[in-house]
């Protein structure tokens, strides 16, 4: 069941999804787009085929069970927050443009929310596992689970026209 959210708190909360796992709000993304007719003349369409829908989803699986990993570096390190920005503000962009609202706007919000996503979630993680002393990889499950309800949360119904 999808909670009725604005746009731009679709496109915070998508960006802080991306923060958490940067393939993941692509792919929830596609799978929320996959019936919307707004952005069939737009860049941002590719995301709404099916194709893209399951490359993106493999994309997310495999992060997801990488990220149990000791060697993946930090999601906070240059390189995978820069994708974490990206793929924010690109998800950002997709949703607010599928609500008929502005493509720019959507993407900041994806893109800083991705940023608060990112160290609010990786210093939450590290605390969490040195107050309770679970393993990183359990905490990993419970992030993954989180990213996936929150996702379904606010995209799982339709976009608003």
Do not use: C
């Given at each position: 069941?999808?909670?009725?959210?604005?746009?731009?708190l679709?496109a915070?909360?998508?960006?802080?999804?991306?923060?958490?796992?940067?393939?993941?709000?692509?792919?929830?993304?596609?799978?929320?787009?996959?019936?919307?007719?707004?952005?069939?003349?737009?860049?941002?369409?590719?995301?709404?085929?099916?194709?893209?829908s399951?490359?993106?989803?493999?994309?997310?699986?495999?992060?997801?069970?990488?990220?149990?990993?000791?060697?993946?570096?930090?999601?906070?390190?240059?390189?995978?927050?820069?994708?974490?920005?990206?793929?924010?503000?690109?998800?950002?962009?997709?949703?607010?443009?599928?609500?008929?609202?502005?493509?720019?706007?959507?993407?900041?919000?994806?893109?800083?929310?991705?940023?608060?996503?990112?160290?609010?979630?990786?210093?939450?993680?590290?605390?969490?596992?040195?107050?309770?002393?679970?393993?990183?990889?359990?905490?990993?499950?419970?992030?993954?689970?989180?990213?996936?309800?929150?996702?379904?949360?606010?995209?799982?119904?339709?976009?608003?026209?």
């Amino acid at each position: 069941m999808a909670v009725n959210l604005n746009t731009n708190l679709k496109a915070i909360t998508i960006g802080i999804i991306a923060g958490m796992r940067s393939m993941s709000a692509p792919a929830l993304t596609s799978s929320y787009l996959a019936q919307n007719e707004n952005l069939a003349n737009s860049p941002l369409g590719r995301l709404a085929s099916p194709t893209a829908s399951r490359v993106l989803k493999v994309l997310a699986a495999g992060e997801m069970l990488a990220d149990k990993l000791p060697m993946v570096p930090s999601r906070v390190s240059a390189g995978p927050l820069l994708t974490r920005i990206a793929s924010g503000a690109v998800s950002g962009a997709a949703v607010s443009a599928a609500d008929k609202k502005q493509a720019e706007i959507g993407a900041v919000w994806g893109g800083v929310a991705a940023v608060v996503g990112a160290f609010g979630f990786y210093h939450l993680r590290r605390r969490v596992g040195a107050e309770i002393r679970v393993s990183d990889a359990v905490l990993g499950i419970v992030e993954d689970a989180i990213v996936i309800s929150a996702a379904a949360a606010i995209l799982g119904g339709r976009p608003s026209a």
